[in-house]
């Protein structure tokens, strides 16, 4: 694990990524992230003042900026040539890449096979001589690099409280009602306010806020809807986009019973004209994501597209498929992003969605179409490979049908192994629960334990945990070196228990080597101190606890008669109590 993960530091300069605390520059620098967080962000960044300001020209002579869903039909080395012409190709792979920075963007949105296979990017990566002096940095989201060996890994993290407040009153010059408004709003959402720490949801979140009468949202479920009525509410409103209604031509999707009604159902204000754009650009998304496909009559269908990874790149041809008309005045409808015509030239244009996230929450929209046989088919089959599609299908169906519910179910009390990792399925299974609001059938009684070891755990995570506890008769809560810090505690226990709070209490909290100081301590002693406190087993060894931390800790016993075991210190130290 790289020193900056370890030490939680923030990087002071741009520089920091390439020599940190003085260090040489790696080869390969890993740059990992969620959706929207700002990985191409920075990669702009790193470009735009390599370029303007002459930054780090101390270091290389030549910086490539490689979007890597821009080659998902060709070898990398052919679109490489291409990019920057097959003369400074040829000059750049006789010096072994000397002084040169190449940037691949987006490993993830490549699929496994072209990333595993590549010739270019099996000899790049693998030090060939040819690439040897060459330094490489990749942007991806953490699930897709895993065998990715880097000198430096780097998380970018978003915005912090000070990043937000920051933004928030750019956004409203002048006007600090607004501004008050706002962010006593997202103090009221502690769900929001963890999604505002992604950049890109940020920017929504501000803007639905301005255009919902000064209303925030409380899930990513309700974040996209909004998003996705009130983006399509100002095309339909521009001048120059006419949309023809019926704009979809397909006569099965026309003649869907109840298709329709559902979309709307779903998606509530959305302009009657644009109910076809949806249904088209919803079965584009899930036909990126997905081999095969239920027609109405419930028969299984195969479509172009047999990758078992997403397809992200879309042709004329497969928008043509999907009954969207591509006319000269086609704009994407703010969802789509058109793609210039070198880079696939067998193609006149190309389209990949705005970003993958509206991608999957398109596709999750017609998923939520289907017949709920169909709808778990799909999850059965596809848990693993798209937890953020099915995530959005829980929150926009509220997981009503009772077999959906027991498959979720079913994940959350995935065991794992007794003291080592934790079910990657478990984390997914929280946040299917959470955006769910939990409208579906009652959980059993049986109590279980909730496995969450060494999953990396956000903000937003340590919520839909606390849901789940709520909710779910869990009597055992494993977070081990989920890397939870202050905020994660609190959000973890500033809700839990509440009045919904059903079935037994939780009995064992293990918190064992996180980064949880006596600032969060105070949160976590919230469950020591309650009056119906069930817990016997406590464990909070392995984080920096300073004297005063435990001055909270010998307080809160005090007020507590059901604690047996007490874990603290630097080591996984226990006391029976």
Known sequence: VDEILKKKEPLGDLRDIFHYLGKPCPRLILILGGPGIGKTTLANEICIKWARDGYLAEDFDALILLPLRCVQQRSVEEVMMEHIGEENYQQMKKSSGRRCLMILEGWDEMSVERRQNDPFLLKLLNECPIWEDATVMITS???????????????????????????????????????????????????????????????????????????????????????MVMTLQREVNKENVKMKPPFYSSVAVRAADG???????????????????????????????????????????????????????????????????????????????????????????????????????????????????????????????????????????????????????????????????????????????????????????????????????????????????????????????????????ELLVKHYPNKNTTGPLLEELHLFDNDITSEGMEHVMKIVRTSSAALRVLNVSGNPISDDGMALISEALKHNTSLTLLGVGGENKKCHI
């Open 141 to 227: 989201r953490p699930h897709a690099c895993e065998d990715v060996v880097a000198g430096r890994r780097i998380e970018v993290v978003g915005f912090g409280s000070e990043e937000i407040r920051e933004f928030v009153e750019k956004s409203f010059p002048n006007d600090a009602r607004s501004v008050d408004g706002f962010l006593q709003q997202l103090d009221e959402y502690p769900q929001l306010h963890s999604l505002c720490y992604v950049p890109m949801n940020l920017v929504m979140v501000v803007d639905i806020f301005d255009c919902n009468e000064k209303k925030l949202p409380s899930t990513l479920t309700d974040l996209y809807q909004l998003f």
């Open 259 to 489: 298709v329709e009604e559902t979309l709307c159902r779903m998606l509530a204000g959305i302009p009657k004209q644009a109910v076809g754009i949806v249904l088209c650009l919803s079965r584009l998304a899930y036909r990126g994501f997905f081999d095969w496909y239920c027609d109405r009559e419930g028969k299984r269908r195969y479509g172009v597209n047999k990758w078992r990874d997403p397809k992200i790149i879309f042709t004329e041809s497969d928008l043509n498929k999907c009954d969207i008309d591509v006319t000269a005045t086609f704009d994407g409808f703010g969802l789509l992003k058109g793609t210039h015509v070198h880079q696939l030239p067998t193609d006149t244009n190309t389209y990949n969605f705005a970003h993958l996230t509206i991608q999957e929450f398109l596709c999750a929209v017609y998923i939520s179409t289907l017949s709920q046989q169909e709808q778990l088919v799909l999850l059965r089959e596809h848990y693993q490979q798209y937890p953020n599609v099915f995530m959005f299908v829980c929150g926009l169906t509220g997981m009503v049908s009772s077999e959906m519910f027991q498959f979720i179910y079913s994940k959350l009390s995935l065991p794992g192994d007794e003291d080592g990792d934790g079910d990657p399925d478990v984390i997914t299974a929280a946040r299917c629960m959470y955006e769910s609001k939990h409208s579906g059938p009652a959980p059993p009684v049986q109590p279980f334990t909730l496995n969450m070891n060494y999953n990396s755990l956000s903000p937003y995570d340590a919520l839909c945990v606390t849901h789940v506890l709520s909710c779910c008769p869990v009597s055992k809560l494993k977070m081990r070196g989920c890397r939870i810090g202050n905020k994660e505690a």
